[in-house]
């Protein structure tokens, strides 16, 4: 309650003379983005409004809390007349704290879906905490529909009230997002362009094979087999004698294509065919990818997943 | 001729000595991708080892004109026996300079496709010079096909030997390699994910969709009209009041959806209907890009692409 109980000590004046360069400097933040903007701030602003300075660390600890916009209501109802200013600069830094400072992450997601199984992935390699949301596809949520308005899919990520979509722009805006710890992308650029063209591959080309796998029999399943070996073939090639695609630790290309060892099984029942004796090399890669708790707690329980497209079986019509 | 010439200049016994440090300082260079790699060089080097110091400015004035590779062949041709460790060094030194230094960028393309366009446009902001090579898609080339063994498809990007694939991937990298002018993703990790789920978008939904619109009559294409501008007002929405996508500069999803702008013409000679009529917003965004010269230079003439239009309609039976 600490911006409550200190505002009483905080000069109007000094607020009302700052007001001006404050906005300015919140548009400069919000132009240039500076990534560590509490210490631009103070060092432009700790000198000229002390004031403004501990309103910042007020504001700060009550975003971590998540009641900073609470809190500031209440306050305004509280407040009269020429607090007004005031309040305008009170939204100016909890917007700014709220959007830059405080982490609230949910994740829309299904359980069995390799795609939201990606965004669990990178979040656990990055240490986020969040929020898992499931959703029933049935029965579409308001939220979901509000925070995914052009495709209303999982996984659906939500940052401080802002979505992002589509499972390799997650990933991508988790590896940007939280920088500093377990780099997903390569830092050189081909390096980047090879991982981002072979996580496409696996967009393009495994789910829709996969899928005719469980979806179809006869010769359209045979050909369906044929198309995801020469598929993984191609995945064998690009691993190489490296542990993972990202070298020697966990990168984006693993994070996009590990979610599918949990289909695996379901594949290899519905088509009766072993993809370790196909494709061994791959599935040594997958089980050192399970190694990792990153992993092994994002991925469903093969035989779940299985059940569960038994059951998508009956649905489609397939048995 | 500088290589061959102070050839015998060089002391081999310095060559020798320096050989097991130089490689390491080779793979710590590949290791950390150094990005001015020869001030590397030259503050661990130059000092220790002078000659070699030499080797790297002969190396490097080679590189750039494109001949080092061959001039290297002859000198080892013209060599023998205790050179075989110099050769090794050479090896280095050449793999090294080819692949940092020198800028050999050649785009595999055919002038109407709105892929290709994407990557014309992008080297033009960046101003980087390169070799067109138009394909024929009918009869693809052992360099395409050797090129992009995964889709053998235009555009492909050749950067010092190596491909990169896919048109949004091509662009990425042209932004990530050719950092310093005229970025087009925008820096924050958030804005970043917005505009790579809107090129992704477009590549999602407006080639397969336009298509549609000249390749199919009656209802099919009444619905291929109403499904386009549904997609034109996302776009619009998400353009906002900005002069660009980009913002105040042309961006990443700019460069992805300009290109369709010059088939333009064709959706609305094949559909008969006006998309200045339905997203006013759109044409004079599009207008607007078209006043900068990377655009204006890339784009083709709308009627060279109708008439080609019309030429696919009737190898495809529409006509």
Same mark, same amino acid.
């Given at each position: ?18 007001? !001006? ?12 983005? =500076? ?25 700060t600890s009550f975003c971590k809390d998540r009641y900073a916009?609470?809190?500031? !209501?209440?306050?305004?109802? /509280?407040?009269? =007349? ?15 704290f709220t959007a830059t400072m405080a982490d609230e992450v949910t994740l829309l997601d299904?359980w069995?879906?390799?795609?939201g199984i990606r965004v669990r992935i990178a979040l656990a390699e990055k240490g986020v905490k969040y929020e898992y949301s499931e ?8 939220l ?11 996984p659906t990520l939500i940052h401080n009230g802002r979505s992002v ?5 997650i990933v991508?805006y988790v590896d940007d997002a939280w920088k500093g710890k377990a780099?997903l ?24 094979? !996969?899928? $005719?796998?469980?979806? !179809? ?38 994070v ?36 990792k708790e990153s992993v092994s707690r994002s ?7 299985? /059940? ?5 079986? $009956? ?5």
């Amino acid at each position: 309650m600490h911006l409550l109980t200190t505002n009483s000590e905080i000069s109007l004046s000094i607020f009302q003379e700052s007001l !001006t360069g404050w906005c300015d400097v919140v548009e400069d933040i919000e132009r240039n983005k =500076h990534e560590n903007a509490i210490w631009y701030l103070i060092a432009h602003w700790a000198v000229r409004a002390q004031h403004i300075f501990h309103l910042f660390i007020s504001a700060t600890s009550f975003c971590k809390d998540r009641y900073a916009i609470k809190i500031s !209501t209440l306050h305004y109802q /509280e407040n009269s =007349h020429s607090e007004r200013r005031e309040r305008t600069i009170c939204d100016s830094v909890l917007l700014f704290f709220t959007a830059t400072m405080a982490d609230e992450v949910t994740l829309l997601d299904f359980w069995a879906s390799p795609f939201g199984i990606r965004v669990r992935i990178a979040l656990a390699e990055k240490g986020v905490k969040y929020e898992y949301s499931e959703q029933n596809l049935r029965d579409k949520s308001a939220l979901l529909l509000q925070m995914n308005p052009v495709y209303k899919k999982i996984p659906t990520l939500i940052h401080n009230g802002r979505s992002v979509c589509e499972s390799l722009i997650i990933v991508q805006y988790v590896d940007d997002a939280w920088k500093g710890k377990a780099p997903l992308l390569p830092s050189d650029p081909y390096q980047r362009a090879q991982s981002r063209f072979w996580a496409d591959f696996i967009d393009k080309k495994v789910f829709e094979i !996969t899928k $005719k796998i469980w979806t !179809t029999k006869g010769e359209e399943l045979e050909g369906a087999k044929k198309d995801f070996i020469e598929c993984l073939k191609l995945l064998e090639g690009e691993l190489g004698d490296k542990p993972y695609y990202g070298g020697e630790n966990l990168g984006y290309v693993d994070v996009a294509f590990v979610p599918f060892y949990c289909w695996f099984y379901a594949y290899e029942t519905c088509g009766s065919f072993s993809i370790e004796a196909e494709c061994p090399k791959i599935i040594a890669w997958a089980k050192r990818c399970m190694q990792k708790e990153s992993v092994s707690r994002s991925l469903e329980d093969p035989k779940k997943v299985y /059940e569960f497209v038994l059951e998508l079986r $009956k649905r489609f019509g397939v048995d």
